[in-house]
């Protein structure tokens, strides 16, 4: 079934390119280049299954990304409904109650942005933390256990 799904998604998005109809995407830039050194294999056949892979991955972790944000999105509108009230007062002000919001719209939805924002800022959907400590000997401690760095 992998193999199929991932044959699947190859060949439509290289419908896609070959037509122009695509949108930008990383597997849609690679078929653009295919002679890419780092996805050439010694043969066509080779190249053609590693773009599969690639583009399988990319689709993964987009979904996988995706899913975790608007998961931490649902959860945090229903803990915090006043913030919902706002958000949906902005929407409904902006763009009427029939309009979907659009990339185009983000400049004119600041508080949903920054509601947007403040998400990723409390959940991140990847690791986006810089040591805070190095390691060094704990003085205290046995002399064998280090104070590891943490990411804050």
């Known amino acids: 079934m992998q193999e199929d799904v991932k044959t699947r998604l190859y060949e439509w998005v290289k419908e896609q390119v070959a037509s122009k109809t695509h949108r930008v995407s990383l597997l849609g830039?690679?078929?653009q280049d295919a002679g890419h050194t780092l996805l050439s294999g010694p043969s066509p056949t080779e190249t053609e299954e590693r773009l599969k892979e690639v583009g399988i991955i990319f689709f993964g972790a987009g979904m996988d990304t995706?899913?975790?944000f608007l998961l931490n999105f649902i959860a945090t509108m229903v803990l915090h409904p006043d913030v919902q009230l706002r958000a949906q007062q902005e929407l409904d002000t902006i763009l009427g109650q029939v309009?979907?919001?659009m990339i185009k719209d983000q400049e004119r939805l600041p508080y949903i942005r920054s509601v947007v924002e403040e998400v990723l800022r409390m959940y991140p959907v990847v690791p986006l933390g810089k040591d805070?400590?190095?390691?060094q000997r704990s003085k205290r401690a046995h002399?064998?256990?280090r104070i590891t760095p943490c990411i804050v």
């Not at 805070?132 to 390691?135: I, S």
């Open 29 to 31: 830039l690679m078929l």
């Open 66 to 68: 995706s899913a975790n």
């Open 99 to 101: 309009t979907l919001p």
């Open 132 to 135: 805070f400590l190095k390691p």
């Open 143 to 145: 002399p064998h256990i």
